[in-house]
């Protein structure tokens, strides 16, 4: 197998919204978890997106795995390797957006790297370096309020500066508009004053275009899906990959279905409000799981003879207060981890009860769940929303499972019910 693009996640959902784009742009993709064991039976693919769950972890370690499996995609034929952050930049001044960027620059003897968080079709967009979600600059939408890196400044030049050895240049849009040329002029330019990476504007998906031709001469970059989707396009226009149909990953499953929600985000709060009028819903006591008590077993007490009659949402989701209110008391990254155990424990018992169809809200969440229920990997089926598809897992000790891991801020506000009905 060579690889026509390499691609490292630094979460699970994030690596199925990007898995998804590019699919959709005609690239046959995989997505891993974790860098996949010699004897795990992949596909012929152009790209293979290594999912890590190495976004809010001690910099370091994001680091050494990251190269890890940067030496993996390389050593498949990738030159060209995508790093894959939040269209929405989720980091914090000490990483790991920067750090894993520095090191994987080095390793791969990169002069300046593209980055770009832009994802129009979800409403990130970049101008003059600046992050916005939907109308609002970062620092003011919902995600001034995540649990793990609340986001206070939009300016994604300042943002990666205080996390990056390197200085960090711009591309403006004013230059991007006038073509590949003018980028790789300017980039050239940075360059030669030793800055080592660039924010490049985009606002919409012709940017994006514009960006991916420029992208693929290079051998890494940073950025969402957004940027995904330009290199695929690059990829197919310039005939290095023949746009391929997916097929065969439509099957149907069947067995018991299950939601799990474990993001905070206000669209995912929506979503759960919606979903009651639906199913039936258990909201956690998060309380009583930082103090040890046993809220997975109830929770599965709960779902038992439920699940007979058809889908249920077990969620942990809070409001900000809430959320803050608990911090407070158990400590963030605490309050987190031992939620996240708890999801997992929930999941892989209600997959031992014969649950085949699981859906899970939250990056962080749908780690900690991928991972208790060691699948190695997935194929990308039809898309649920933008930024969503159907995951059809390979080589799960469970056997035949349907997956949908949704970012907390992506989906329609009836995402369960539009899940459910794609999930056969
Ligand atoms: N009620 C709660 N209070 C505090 N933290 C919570 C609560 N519910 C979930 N969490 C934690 O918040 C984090 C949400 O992150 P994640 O799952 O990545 O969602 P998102 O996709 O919205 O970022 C997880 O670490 C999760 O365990
Ligand atoms: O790029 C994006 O916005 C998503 O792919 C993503 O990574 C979102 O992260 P979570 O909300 O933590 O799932």
Redesign the pocket.
């Known amino acids: 197998m060579t690889l026509a693009l390499g691609c490292i996640a630094d979460?699970y959902?994030g690596a199925s919204d990007l898995a998804n784009t590019l699919t959709r742009a005609g690239l046959r993709t995989v997505q891993t978890i974790g860098v996949p064991a010699d004897d795990l039976d992949l596909p012929e693919v152009d790209a293979v997106v290594v999912s890590l769950k190495s976004r809010s972890i001690e910099p370091g370690l994001a680091v050494s795995r990251s190269r890890a499996a940067d030496k993996w995609l390389r050593g498949r034929g990738a030159s060209n390797v995508l790093f894959k952050i939040c269209s929405t930049f989720?980091s914090t001044d000490a990483g790991n957006i920067g750090p894993v960027m520095d090191a994987l620059r080095a390793d791969c003897d990169e002069a300046v790297v593209l980055v770009t968080p832009a994802f129009p079709e979800n409403g990130r967009t970049v101008y003059q370096g600046n992050l916005f979600v939907g109308a609002v600059p970062l620092n003011e939408s919902p995600l001034k309020d995540?649990?793990?890196n609340p986001m206070h400044d939009s300016n994604l030049v300042r943002v990666l500066s205080r996390q990056s050895r390197t200085q960090i240049g711009l591309v403006d849009l004013p230059t991007l508009s006038r073509g590949a040329e003018a980028v790789r002029s300017r980039l050239a330019e940075l360059s030669g004053k030793g800055i080592g990476a660039a924010i490049i504007d985009a606002v919409f998906d012709r940017d994006l275009e514009t960006i991916g031709l420029v992208a693929a001469e290079h051998r890494l970059s940073v950025g969402a899906s957004g940027i995904g989707l330009g290199l695929a396009r690059a990829l197919v226009s310039t005939g290095k990959v023949k746009s391929a149909a997916s097929s065969g990953r439509d099957a149907t499953v069947g067995g018991q279905v299950a939601c799990l929600a474990?993001?905070?985000?206000q669209a995912?709060l929506q979503q759960i409000a919606n979903a009651e009028r639906v199913m039936p819903v258990l909201h956690l006591d998060?309380d009583r799981i930082l103090t040890g008590a046993n809220e997975a077993q109830r929770a599965l007490d709960w779902a038992g003879p439920r699940l007979a009659q058809g889908p249920v949402l077990i969620a942990?989701?809070?409001t900000p207060a809430?959320?803050a209110a608990?911090?407070a008391r158990h400590g963030r990254d605490a309050?987190?981890h031992a939620?996240?155990q708890t999801?997992a424990d929930i999941a892989e018992n209600l997959v031992k009860s014969g649950v085949r169809r699981l859906i899970v809200a939250?990056?962080?969440?749908?780690g900690a769940v991928v991972d208790r229920l060691r699948i190695p990997g997935f194929l990308v089926g039809a898309e649920i929303a933008a930024g969503v598809p159907v995951l059809r897992a390979v080589g799960a000790t469970a056997g035949e499972m349907l997956l949908a891991l949704k970012?907390?801020?992506f989906g329609g506000p009836e995402f369960f019910s539009d899940a459910m009905r794609l999930m056969r």
């Not at 474990?262 to 985000?265: A, F, H, I, R």
């Not at 939250?362 to 749908?366: D, I, L, R």
């Open positions: 979460d959902t989720d995540h649990p793990l474990g993001s905070c985000s995912t998060t942990s989701s809070a809430d959320v608990l911090q309050a987190g939620i996240e999801m939250g990056g962080e969440t749908s970012s907390g801020n």
